[in-house]
Nanobody
Framework: QVQLVESGGGLVQAGGSLRLSCAASKRTFSSYTMGWFRQAPGKEREFVAAVSRSGGSTYYADSVKGRFTISRDNAKNTVYLQMNSLKPEDTAVYYC??????????????????WGQGTQVTVSS
């Protein structure tokens, strides 16, 4: 079992920045590909970004490419999402998740076994 706790959400103006953090409970954190998803009111939860176990590979949704950066610190059991040039359409609850071992489709939320409780990000225009 992996427990994930997100932090860093809040209210920001369009064009601003936020950094989300997700702390994991398990010492084997480095065994998991980690992802960030988001869910806006009335919409499905969607993929935002993912980072490989070593941190050497990263993947992004087209909508955030060039604005968001995912990273991880395996010594601290933490994954980050740096969000720059925020837009009102980025408003959502953001969730971090740990992917099931041996899964490869990082954009598919059904391949993620463990989820945090979510943190609200609101971008005002």
């Amino acid at each position: 079992q992996v427990q994930l706790v997100e932090s860093g959400g809040g209210l920001v103006q369009a064009g601003g920045s936020l950094r989300l953090s997700c702390a994991a409970s398990k010492r084997t954190f480095s065994s998991y590909t980690m992802g960030w998803f988001r869910q806006a009111p009335g919409k499905e939860r969607e993929f935002v970004a993912a980072v490989s176990r070593s941190g050497g590979s990263t993947y992004y949704a087209d909508s955030v490419k060039g604005r968001f950066t995912i990273s991880r610190d395996n010594a601290k059991n933490t994954v980050y999402l740096q969000m720059n040039s925020l837009k009102p359409e980025d408003t959502a609850v953001y969730y971090c998740a740990a992917q099931r071992l041996y899964s490869s489709v990082y954009t598919d939320k059904s391949t993620y076994a463990y989820w945090g409780q979510g943190t609200q990000v609101t971008v005002s225009s």
